[in-house]
T-cell receptor, first 111, second 111 residues
């Protein structure tokens, strides 16, 4: 069964450093998303991406965040200058229609 | 503010009993709802969905009920098994493809 994959599973970084989280969505899906989940809290929407552009973004997704689909398979989330409060699980999801399939997540720890 | 929420943060269920997990939403414009299951260290896993033009939908051992009058969504799990222990989230879609998640109910199955 096709699935969304994410790398790395765990990323530790120093505050102020740039990080890139990587995702490989399901191959025939056209819609891509990033969500985050701070420990013990609910999953929060960050951004959706369709047709090579951002279709919607939340208030969390400020100028420090960017997304890219550099080739036909990868979908990345970049945080330019990480802050302590960026520590969270980051989930990538993809969909063909309404049903979104989530990856296993990347745990980002900012020290 | 938060528009999707669950009534109880935790639910303890005897193995073999039925589980009912509740969710209240406030946005009457939401047209699609999903229940996700999240096991420790994993991403949300799709369980079942329902559109706003329906009031009930059944899957394998799961049933979702939607009451639009009181803006209430529930997930029923029949014959709860140890593998059902997880955090369950309801999520709603309002207009485009963004999902808004509730806070989650932790279900613990007692042997």
């Amino acid at each position: 069964e096709p699935e969304v994959t994410q790398t790395p599973s765990h990323q530790v970084t120093q505050m102020g450093q740039e990080v890139i989280l990587r995702c490989v969505p399901i191959s025939n899906h056209l819609y891509f998303y990033w969500y985050r989940q701070i420990l013990g809290q609910k999953v929060e929407f960050l951004v959706s991406f369709y047709n090579n552009e951002i279709s919607e973004k939340s208030e969390i997704f400020d100028d420090q965040f960017s997304v890219e689909r550099p080739d036909g398979s990868n979908f990345t989330l970049k945080i330019r200058s990480t802050k302590l409060e960026d520590s969270a699980m980051y989930f990538c999801a993809s969909s063909e229609g309404f049903e979104q399939f989530f990856g296993p997540g990347t745990r980002l720890t900012v020290l | 503010g938060e528009s999707v929420g669950l009534h109880l943060p935790t639910l303890s269920v005897q193995e073999g009993d039925n589980s009912i997990i509740n969710c209240a939403y406030s946005n009457s414009a939401s047209d699609y709802f999903i229940w996700y299951k999240q096991e420790s260290g994993k991403g949300p896993q799709f369980i079942i969905d329902i559109r706003s033009n329906m009031d009930k939908r059944q899957g394998q051992r799961v049933t979702v009920l939607l009451n639009k009058t009181v803006k209430h969504l529930s997930l029923q799990i029949a014959a709860t098994q140890p593998g059902d222990s997880a955090v369950y989230f309801c999520a709603e879609k309002r207009d485009d493809y963004k999902l808004s998640f509730g806070a989650g109910t932790t279900v613990t199955v007692r042997a």
